[in-house]
């Protein structure tokens, strides 16, 4: 069974987070990693989509917490998966933001196998988690949609081979 969160931290983890202070963190993954930790409901969102069908045997892999980081990680920065694996071995703020702090990045196939079991409408219920958290804080007030459509007049070239 896959876990909710990794409770119990690793030597590695410990090296990695007594070095935090030697890296800069991104402020915007920041401010996001202290959404998702205010609303543990987005766990157990994802949680019904990544234990549907998995077998209770083998190696335990990504806890919950770290595909649903990883996949936003993977929306907000990534163009493949391929690059989100290697962006979160190389990079210590992506690493920490998905909260694989010392331990090993999975293959990219596993990362997409993972985040890919994500499923259209827990991405519904974590919108609808975070338009409520918004209207809590009274950042927004839930009713209007704001869409930015702006058109950028270019020459278009036909290829020349």
């Known amino acids: 069974m896959r876990q909710i969160v990794n409770v119990q931290m690793t030597l590695d983890d410990h090296r990695f987070l007594s070095t935090a202070d030697l890296f800069s963190v991104d402020t915007e993954l920041e401010k996001i990693s202290r959404v998702l930790d205010e609303c543990p409901e987005m766990l157990s969102a994802a949680a019904s989509d990544l234990h ?3 077998k209770h045997a083998g190696a335990e892999g ?4 770290q595909v649903l980081r990883s996949a936003i990680l993977y929306q907000l920065r990534c163009d493949s998966y391929r690059e989100l694996a290697l ?3 190389a990079d210590d703020s992506f690493r920490a933001f998905s909260r694989f702090y010392g331990r090993t990045i999975p293959h990219f196939s596993c990362l997409e196998r993972a985040i890919k079991r994500l499923g259209p409408e827990t991405f519904s219920r974590l ?3 975070l338009v409520a ?5 009274k950042v927004e007030d839930g009713c209007r949609v704001r869409v930015d459509t702006t058109v950028a007049e270019t ?3 036909h290829p020349s081979e």
Do not use: F
């Open 133 to 137: 958290l918004a209207v809590k804080k």
């Open 87 to 89: 962006r979160l071995g």
């Open 62 to 65: 990504m806890a919950v917490e």
């Open 155 to 157: 020459n278009i070239h």
């Open 127 to 129: 919108n609808a988690v």
């Open 52 to 54: 549907r069908g998995l």
